[in-house]
């Protein structure tokens, strides 16, 4: 049967952190709810992809689930929350005991590989400082917009995406790695703004003021 629409869906990706999500938007006022039914994802106004693990795991079950076409066919806004960030990229080197990358949704470009700590304990876990990358305009990404240089979010990951034209804020932790990506619709954060306090909520509730509208012929 299908589920009531809410404007907001969490994608169900079985992953561990999604209640934690989900009380982090139903504290802004969201009308939001958790689902991995296709109807209810293509019809959300937004939609979140989560995600703890690793990502040959993640992308199997949204495999068995046949999820993967319907996330790549979505042309609303959609955030990934870390390793739902990771997997919007091309590929990533954490495979366990497979040598082989483990093919991803392929909506950013980029590939996840391990981050250079430099000495540092790994993982990176714990509060550290965002950079916003500001455009030509001297402008942040609408998902960061009032958050300052140096504002703190909670990390917990070990692999990460480099530097590049897709990233939309910085970090740094023994090298620079992307604190955040987008491209078109699709936005990502490594961090958890689910546990980062009043910086995250802000960065969630800028999240729930973005419509399909805002990305009308962004893939042009």
Not at 89 to 100: F, I
Not at 114 to 142: E, I, R, T, Y
Request: hydrophobic share 45%; net charge negative.
């Amino acid at each position: 049967m299908t589920q009531a629409v809410a404007k907001t869906v969490i994608i169900d990706t079985g992953c561990a952190n999604l209640s934690s999500v989900k009380y982090a938007f139903e504290r802004l006022g969201a009308d939001i709810c958790i689902s991995d039914d296709a109807e209810v994802i293509r019809s959300a106004k937004r939609v979140v992809l989560p995600g703890v693990g690793t990502a040959r795991a993640a992308m199997a079950a949204l495999t068995e689930k046949q999820l993967i076409p319907v996330i790549k066919a979505l042309k609303q806004p959609v955030l990934g929350v870390c390793l739902g960030m990771q997997l919007m990229c091309d590929s990533s080197q954490e495979s366990g005991e497979d040598a082989d990358e483990c093919q991803c949704l392929g909506l950013i470009p980029g590939s996840i590989r391990q981050l250079d700590c430099k000495g540092l304990p790994s993982p990176h876990m714990g509060w550290d400082q965002l950079s916003p990358v500001l455009d030509a305009n001297g402008q942040a990404h609408p998902l960061f917009a009032g958050i300052d240089e140096g504002s703190y979010c909670y990390f917990v990951h070990s692999f990460c995406a480099a530097p590049s034209a897709a990233t939309i804020a910085e970090c740094r932790y023994g090298e620079r790695f992307s604190a955040a990506i987008a491209k078109d619709n699709f936005m990502g954060v490594q961090f958890h703004p689910e546990k980062s306090a009043a910086i995250g909520s802000l960065i969630l509730a800028n999240f729930l003021t973005l419509t399909q509208d805002d990305f009308n012929g962004a893939a042009a």
